[in-house]
């Protein structure tokens, strides 16, 4: 089992950025991407992006194209979420998952962490 802990999420007007950051603990599967997902209130969790965690292969969602980024340092076994140009859709909470698959075109994700608070005011 993995435990992950986010952090960064707050409050920020559109337009602005922040960082995630996710920390990985406990039993990890290189072979297996790292991902972030995010639920607004009433919605469905959705995937936003993943990177392979022994290669360097990446993979967004349509909606965050061009506006985040995400990378890991596997030294500190951490994924990162940059994410510009914010949009008060982006309005979230964002959870870190590891063991991240591509099921045809679903992406699921294994472990999960508690998740951290992104709102973006207009």
């Known amino acids: 089992q993995v435990q992950l802990v986010e952090s960064g999420g707050g409050l920020v007007q559109a337009g602005g950025s922040l960082r995630l950051s996710c920390a990985a603990s406990?039993?990890?599967?290189?072979?297996?991407?790292m991902g972030w997902f995010r639920q607004a209130p009433g919605k469905e969790r959705e995937f936003v992006a993943a990177i392979s965690w022994s290669g360097g292969s990446t993979y967004y969602a349509d909606s965050v194209k061009g506006r985040f980024t995400i990378s890991r340092d596997n030294a500190k076994n951490t994924v990162y979420l940059q994410m510009n140009s914010l949009k008060p859709e982006d309005t979230a909470v964002y959870y870190c998952?590891?063991?991240?698959?591509?099921?045809?075109?679903?992406?699921?994700?294994?472990?999960w962490g508690q998740g951290t608070q992104v709102t973006v005011s207009s």
């Open positions: 406990g039993r990890t599967f290189s072979s297996y991407a």
């Open positions: 998952a590891a063991n991240v698959l591509l099921y045809g075109s679903s992406w699921q994700g294994g472990s």
